[in-house]
C-alpha cells in the first residue's frame, strides 16, 4: 500500500458526497412542495452529507494531482459504496424505510441502476422520497457512463478499449480530459433524452411527477416506478407504454452513438455491429415473443392473486400481446426491468427464454448492466472462428469488429470476463441456494440481481418483490448488483493480494 | 472435397461395424443361455452388421492408407452415429423397442454413456437385451479412451493437447503408434477394473448377471441399470453401493493415472492437479451435501408417490444419509448417472447445487462426460491471473498446471470450448423449452444430455425418465448428447462450409 495517493481518493469521495447531498437537497424542495411531511429528513440527509463532502475535501487540501491505477479502481468501487450508504441517509431519516439493511438494499439497487425493491407499498411513500428513489437511478447512470468512458478502458476490463476508441472528444489516454469533454458531451444527450421522455409521458397522460420519475428511470435502466404494478399502473393507456419501450430501447442504445445521431452523423449508427445486432435481437424476439403470447398465452395472468395488474385490452388482443412482448423483452434485454405483465407465468417457453434474456444486456456505453451485446458477438465469431483455426492451426485468424481486427488479447479479455460471470453466477444461485431459497428463484434472483435487471423469477418474480428475502440474502443480492455494475473485476480485484501488494502499476 | 479418402473412411466403418456385430453375437449368447426369446433378433442384428461391415471393408480394398484430419472428423462422428443406427437393431428386431425412434435414443444413449433410457420397464426386458443396452455403454466407453488419447489431441479440441502429453507409450504425432500402444495399455486396465468391480458385487451379494452389467455401466460412466429403480434396488444392501461409488470415481480417473497406478508410480497419483481437485471435490462435496441431507432432508422422499426406491436405514439414519450422498454426488460429477435416491427432491439448496454439478464432469482421459476438472481448474487460474495481468499489462504471466506454464493457446481453447458448452446449453434447454417442457425440466434436460449424465429434473428426474418427451425431444436429446460426448467441436465442424470447402488442412 506504498504510495497510495490517500488524499486524492478523499478529495474524490468528498466531490461524490456534496454531488449527491445537492440532488438530496433537491428532493427535500420536491417533498416541501408536495408536504409529504419527509422534508426534514430528506433535508437533514442532504446537509450532512454535504458537510461530511465539504470536511473530507478541506482536511486533504494539499492533495497530489497524480493518480494511477490503484487509485482508480478504490475510487470507483469506493465511491459506489460510499454514495449508497450516505444515499441511504434520506430513507432513514425520513423514517420512510426504517431498517438500514432494507434502506441500503433500496439504494445500492438504485445506484447500481437496478431497481429491485424492498418496498410493499411504493404507492404509500412520501413524494420526495419517491423522486430520490429515481434520482439514485439517474444519478447511477451518470456514473456508469463516465466509469465506460473514462475509467474502464484505461484498466483493460473485459473488451471495454474496444469501445473506448469509438468514443468522440480527445483521445488521450488521461482520465482528465476525457471526463471533462466527453462525459460532458454524453451528459447533455442523457440529460436530453430525460427531459425529451418526460415531455412526452406528460402529454401522453402521465402526472408531471410520474413523467419525471419514470423518465429517470429509463435513461438510467433503472426501473423504479412510482407505482405498486409498476408500468402495468398504465395498462390503458397504450401510448405511455409505447413511449417508454421506445426510451428504454435508446436508454440501451451507445450513447456516444446518440451523440452521433444528435450530430446529424446517421451512418455511424447503421454501421454499428452492435447496435444492428441488439436493435434486431429486440425486434425478432419481440415479435416472436408477440406471437407465441397471442396464440398460447394471455397476457393478463398473474402468478398470485394479487390485483395489482389490470390487463385491459384497449386496441384488441393483437395489439396487446405485441406491446406487453415488446415492452418486456425491452425491458429485460436493455436490464431496465420495468413490468407491464408478469412475463414469467406466460408459457414454460416463454419462461425458459426470458431467464436466457437476463444473461444478454444491451449496449457497451450505454447504461445496461449486463453481459452486453458487443461482448457476446465477439465471442460468437471467436466460436466460428476457432473450427476455421483447428483447420489451419498455422494461419492466424482475428476476430473483426466494425470492420477492424481484434486484437487476441481483447477476445481473451471478453472470454475470460465471461466466464468470470457465469462462475459469480453459479456462486450467486448456490448462496441463495443455501438461504432456503428453490431453484428457480435463486437462479431468477442471482442472474437478475448480476445483471442489473430487476425482476427475477419465483419468489422474486415481477409481481413479487426482493423483500421476502431474509436479511443476509438482501446483503447478498446487493454484493452481486455492485459486481454486476462495476464489470466484476473493478470490485473484485480489492479482493486479490496483488492489488494491496503492489504499490505502483 | 477434393482428395478426401472415401474409402479409408469406409475402412473405418467396416472395421467399427464388424467389432459392433461381434459384440452382439456374445448378447444372442447371452440370450440364449438365459432363453429369454430375444435369441433370434439380436442374432440377426449381429449377421447382418458384421456382413454389412465385411462388405464395405471387402468394397474398398485398395485403399490409400494416409489419413488427414478431414477425415478423421468425418470418422469419428459418423463411427458414433453408424454405431448407434446398427446398435439399435437387437432392439427392433427382438421387437423390445419396436418404435425406431426410441430404439436410436436408447442405443445413442448407451454409446455416449448417458444412460438416459426411454424403458418404462427395464425389468420386463430379455436378459440378452439388457447386456447389449449395457455393451453400447461399455463399447462407448472404449470409444471415448481412444478419442481421447489419439484423435482429440491431434486436432487441437479444447486444451485436449494438455492432456495428451501426459499420455504412456511413444509420443509420435501420428495416429497409429499411439493407438495400438497406449490404448492397448488403457484397454487393459479398463477390462481390470470391469472384472475387478463385477467380482466385488457378485461377492456384495448381486447376481452374476447384475454384478456384470453394473460394472459396465460403472466403468464407462454409462448409468444403464437392470432394475427400474436402478442402484436404489439394492438399497439395503450398503456394501454393494459402496463398491459403486468407488468404482464409479475411478471411472472419473484419468486411465492414464490408473496405469500408473498399476505400474506402482504412486507419485505420479499424488501429483497430478487434475486428480486432487477432482477427488477433494467429491469428497468435501458428499461430506456437506451428507450433513445437509442429515439434518434438513430424508432421503427416502421421492418427487412422485412412485413405491420404486425403497429406503431401509440399514445403518441408521447418518449413514445413510452420508451413503447416498456419497453415492449421488459421485454419480453426478463422475456423469455416470446411477440412482440410489431422489436428490432432486432433497432441499431446494441441493437441487440448485446439483444442477450445478452437472457441469463438473470428472476427468480428462477418463469416460466421464462434461466440461472435465482440467478444464475448469485451468480457467479458474486463468481468471485469477487475469487479475495480475491487469494490474500489470505488460508482463507476461502463464498459467501454470502440473508445474508446468499452459500455452496461453491452450487456454484460448479452453475458454472458447467452455463458452460454446454453454451457449449450446442455453440452445438445449430453448429448444426442449420450445417443445412444452417446463423451466427446470429445459435446463435440467438440456445439462444431463450435453454432459452426458442421465437423470435430469423435474419430469427428467431420477424418478422418472426420457420416455415422457415428444419424439422430436428424443431426437434433440440425442443430438445433445452425441455434441457433449465429442467435445462439440468434432461434430459441429462438420457443419462448417469451411470444412466441405478446404481440401487439405
Ligand atoms: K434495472
Ligand atoms: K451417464
Redesign the interface.
Known amino acids: 500500500m506504498k504510495n497510495l495517493n490517500i488524499k486524492i481518493i478523499f478529495q474524490m469521495m468528498g466531490f461524490l458526497l456534496i454531488f449527491n447531498g445537492l440532488f438530496m437537497l433537491i428532493s427535500a424542495l420536491i417533498s416541501y412542495i408536495y408536504k409529504d411531511g419527509a422534508t426534514q429528513g430528506i433535508f437533514f440527509a442532504g446537509i450532512i452529507t454535504i458537510l461530511a463532502g465539504v470536511i473530507s475535501r478541506f482536511t486533504t487540501k494539499n492533495f497530489k494531482k497524480k493518480i494511477n491505477?490503484?487509485e482508480g479502481y478504490i475510487i470507483v468501487t469506493l465511491g459506489w459504496v460510499l454514495m449508497s450508504l450516505s444515499g441511504s441517509l434520506p430513507y432513514l431519516f425520513s423514517e420512510s424505510i426504517p431498517s438500514f439493511t432494507d434502506a441500503f438494499f433500496e439504494t445500492i439497487s438504485g445506484y447500481t441502476t437496478t431497481g429491485a425493491s424492498i418496498l410493499d407499498d411504493i404507492e404509500s411513500m412520501p413524494a420526495g422520497i419517491l423522486f430520490w428513489r429515481s434520482t439514485t437511478h439517474w444519478i447511477g447512470g451518470m456514473g456508469i457512463i463516465v466509469l465506460t468512458i473514462a475509467v474502464l478502458p484505461l484498466?483493460?476490463?473485459g473488451g471495454m478499449q474496444l469501445f473506448a476508441a469509438e468514443a468522440p472528444g480527445p483521445s488521450a489516454d488521461k482520465l482528465h480530459p476525457r471526463i471533462t469533454d466527453t462525459a460532458k458531451r454524453l451528459y447533455l444527450i442523457y440529460l436530453g433524452l430525460t427531459i425529451a421522455e418526460a415531455i412526452l409521458l406528460k402529454l401522453a397522460g402521465m402526472s408531471v411527477f410520474d413523467a419525471v420519475n419514470h423518465a429517470m428511470s429509463t435513461l438510467s435502466t433503472g426501473g423504479f416506478s412510482t407505482k405498486n404494478a409498476s408500468v402495468a399502473y398504465w395498462n390503458d393507456q397504450p401510448a405511455i407504454q409505447y413511449i417508454i419501450t421506445i426510451f428504454m430501447i435508446l436508454a440501451g442504445t451507445n450513447f456516444v452513438l446518440s451523440y452521433f445521431a444528435f450530430k446529424g452523423q446517421f451512418s455511424k449508427i447503421y454501421k454499428d455491429e452492435e447496435f444492428k445486432t441488439y436493435f434486431l435481437n429486440i425486434l425478432g424476439i419481440s415479435i416472436i415473443v408477440g406471437l407465441i403470447v397471442y396464440f398460447r398465452a394471455d397476457v393478463s395472468q398473474v402468478a398470485t392473486d394479487t390485483q395489482l395488474i389490470a390487463h385491459p385490452m384497449v386496441n384488441g388482443q393483437f395489439e396487446s400481446a405485441l406491446r406487453h412482448s415488446f415492452f418486456q423483452v425491452a425491458s429485460v434485454i436493455t436490464t431496465t426491468g420495468f413490468v407491464s405483465a408478469d412475463f414469467t407465468i406466460w408459457?414454460?417457453?416463454?419462461?425458459?427464454?426470458f431467464?436466457?434474456l437476463m444473461?444478454f444486456g444491451a449496449s457497451a456505453g450505454s447504461t445496461s448492466g449486463g453481459v452486453k451485446f458487443v461482448r457476446h458477438i465477439i465471442?460468437?465469431k471467436?466460436?466460428?472462428i476457432?473450427?476455421?483455426r483447428?483447420?489451419?492451426?498455422s494461419a492466424i485468424i482475428p476476430v473483426r469488429y466494425n470492420e477492424k481486427a481484434v486484437s487476441?488479447d481483447i477476445?481473451?479479455?471478453i472470454?475470460?470476463f465471461?466466464?468470470?460471470y457465469?462462475?459469480l453466477f453459479?456462486l450467486g444461485?448456490?448462496v441463495?441456494?443455501?438461504m432456503?431459497?428453490?431453484?428457480?428463484t435463486?437462479?431468477g434472483g442471482s442472474a437478475s440481481s448480476l445483471g442489473n435487471v430487476g425482476p427475477a423469477?419465483g419468489q422474486l418474480s415481477p409481481v413479487n418483490n426482493f423483500n421476502s428475502l431474509p436479511a443476509i440474502g438482501k446483503w447478498w443480492a446487493a454484493f452481486l448488483m455492485l459486481l454486476g455494475r462495476l464489470e466484476l473485476?473493478t470490485v473484485?480485484?480489492l479482493f486479490?493480494p496483488?492489488?494491496w501488494r503492489?504499490g505502483k502499476?
Open positions: 491505477k490503484q484498466l483493460g476490463i408459457t414454460p417457453f416463454l419462461t425458459t427464454l431467464f436466457i444473461f465471442m460468437i471467436n466460436g466460428f476457432e473450427f476455421k483447428s483447420m489451419h492451426p487476441q477476445v481473451f479479455n472470454m475470460a465471461f466466464i468470470l457465469l462462475i453459479v444461485a448456490l441463495f441456494g443455501i432456503g431459497l428453490d431453484f428457480v435463486s437462479v423469477f473485476f473484485l480485484i486479490t496483488y492489488f503492489s502499476f
